[in-house]
């Protein structure tokens, strides 16, 4: 089943921080404007306004970095990972193996990904969410078991967000080792409520444990919030057919057997992720 499931799920991932203005260019309205779309989540309208930035003639090698450093976050944020790579190929980026990594990540070139991102330093500003890409590239490649070495130290990481994340990566993959009731009691630790990467976390351990009254109970909790994106919905969604499908439900099999002939059919409306390649594959 979906053991990249939290990709799709934890909408609380760590992210970088803003890519930081060339001093020379901070007085620079249109490029604040982007910078301004950037963190208003507009990812599509800051790469516009940064292509635009390029275009302009006379720029000196630090604004074209800047412009070129923005553009490249705007579009792995967008999850445009080729047309990220694109860019990179061809302009100078700040912090380039994380975010070229991040870029071969969103294209499924996980072996790749993990090359590059092995290369950037440890004492780099993005040193710990590269060490999470690099987990991800692993897990990607069927290597659970070198990616739970990579985030074991970071769940103590000062960073409240980046020690979270680790830890309910680090829970996902105990997964199917005959730890569920571990990560059951790890899991009363986090974020009490309707904390969506936790309760998607719950309801696979319980499926594990076989416990599929709870687990039905959790993912039918969890669709009935409003603020569930597309791949989250469907993350839940079809983990719910497969609780249904054990309890062997009419409405499982159906919810899987449309699943299945969605995917299929390759709907331009939904996004091909590794969520879908675990499932199917």
Request: net charge negative; aromatic share 6%; with cysteine.
């Amino acid at each position: 089943m979906a053991a990249l499931g939290l990709q799709t799920m934890a909408a609380d991932k760590p992210k970088p921080p803003k890519a930081k203005l060339k001093p020379n260019v901070e007085d620079d309205r249109d490029l604040n404007a982007a910078r301004q779309a950037l963190a208003d989540g507009c990812y599509d309208v800051a790469a516009l306004k940064l292509r635009r930035l390029q275009s302009r003639t006379g720029q000196g090698p630090k604004h074209r970095a800047t412009y070129a450093s923005l553009l490249v976050e705007a579009l792995v944020r967008d999850e445009k990972g080729t047309e990220a790579l694109a860019v990179i190929q061809k302009e100078t980026i700040d912090d380039r193996p994380f975010w070229e990594g991040q870029a071969l990540l969103l294209t499924g070139d996980y072996e790749k990904a993990g090359e590059i991102l092995n290369a950037y330093p440890l004492e780099g500003p993005l040193s710990a969410l590269a060490t999470i890409a690099r987990a991800h590239a692993l897990m990607g490649q069927g290597r659970e078991a070198a990616a739970r070495t990579l985030v074991k130290p970071l769940r103590t990481h000062p960073d409240p967000k980046i020690s979270r994340y680790a830890r309910l990566l680090f829970n996902e993959l105990e997964l199917g080792n005959d730890s569920a009731q571990t990560v059951l009691q790890r899991l009363t630790d986090e974020s009490a409520g309707k904390d969506m990467a936790v309760q998607y976390l719950r309801a696979r351990a319980l499926l594990e444990q076989n416990d599929l009254p709870k687990a039905e109970a959790i993912l039918r909790d969890l669709l009935s919030a409003d603020q569930l994106s597309e791949l989250e919905h469907d993350a839940a969604t079809l983990l719910l057919a497969e609780v249904l499908w054990h309890r062997r439900s009419p409405e499982g099999r159906k919810q899987l057997i449309a699943f299945i002939n969605g995917f299929s059919t390759g709907t331009s409306e939904r996004k091909d992720t590794e969520f879908w390649d675990e499932s199917f594959g």
